[in-house]
């Protein structure tokens, strides 16, 4: 495995970490499938690196330098944290089908919270716990 190849699964486990530790399997596997769906995407509208696609400015909010989470990593030190870190690690290594179909963006938003532009209904492909997901 190259050296740009681990970067890859180590940033793409990050984000899921970062973004779905508090969530079910299922969201974890649904953002899993976004992050992967952006760097297949056939109109080139994310990198082709999976690294590209998570530390593209303004894309996953916990790599965004305002973001509380932007600074957080696993730690043994946290149990919780350092399972879900685990868990992640493993799904990545056999993350089975996609459950989102297709899905190259989503969103979790408290109650009342103000959707994004792109959060539409129709694009909807699924909702997984309070994480719904969206192919553009």
């Known amino acids: ?7 890859d699964l180590y940033y793409r486990a990050l984000c899921i ?31 082709k690196t999976l690294y590209g696609v998570v530390t593209q400015p303004m894309q996953f909010s916990s790599f965004n330098p305002t973001d509380p989470n932007s600074s957080k990593m696993p730690s043994i030190r946290n149990t919780a944290d350092w399972q879900a870190w685990n868990e992640i690690c493993s799904m990545c290594d056999n993350p ?6 297709g899905a190259n963006q989503y969103e979790a938003l408290p109650d009342g919270a103000q959707r994004p532009p792109w959060a539409m209904q129709s694009r909807m492909t699924v909702q997984i716990g309070r994480t719904r997901f969206y192919k553009l």
């Open 1 to 7: 495995m190259t050296l740009a190849e681990v970067q």
């Open 17 to 47: 970490w970062r973004e779905m530790r508090g969530e079910s399997e299922q969201a974890r596997l649904g953002c899993y499938w976004a992050i992967t769906n952006r760097s297949t995407d056939m109109l080139n509208r994310w990198p």
């Open 96 to 101: 089975g089908e996609d459950p989102t179909q």
